[in-house]
Nanobody
Framework: QVQLVESGGGLVQAGGSLRLSCAAS????????MGWYRQAPGKERELVAMISRSNVTNFVESVKGRFTISRENAKNTVSLQMSSLKPDDTAVYFC?????????????????WGKGTLVIVSS
């Protein structure tokens, strides 16, 4: 399986920046896309940003222009650079990896999740 460990969360003032990192270990060859989700208090978990094997990215509308996502060539780390942070960005941020554990048809996918890292943006 794949294990994901996040780092970089913390407390930051509105307008500030943070960089979240996620390191994958285990059977990293299984990893397809990687990304970040977040869950704010009382809210459902939402997709923040995703990046494919070929570095195609997607962002939730609320972070476009403020966040960037990247992954290293080895495809075992993914980072989320967050700038111009807002109090609404406060959440636990979870690293996610979409896994394809076997070659099959239809294609079968699974997900790996980190335990989360807390980001608090104060006003």
């Amino acid at each position: 399986q794949v294990q994901l460990v996040e780092s970089g969360g913390g407390l930051v003032q509105a307008g500030g920046s943070l960089r979240l990192s996620c390191a994958a270990s285990g059977r990293t060859v299984m990893i397809d896309s990687m990304g970040w989700y977040r869950q704010a208090p009382g809210k459902e978990r939402e997709l923040v940003a995703m990046i494919s094997r070929s570095n195609v990215t997607n962002f939730v509308e609320s972070v476009k222009g403020r966040f960037t996502i990247s992954r290293e060539n080895a495809k075992n780390t993914v980072s989320l650079q967050m700038s111009s942070l807002k109090p609404d960005d406060t959440a636990v941020y979870f690293c996610n990896a979409v896994l394809e554990p076997v070659v099959s048809f239809p294609r079968k996918f699974d997900n790996a999740w980190g335990k989360g890292t807390l980001v608090i943006v104060s006003s």
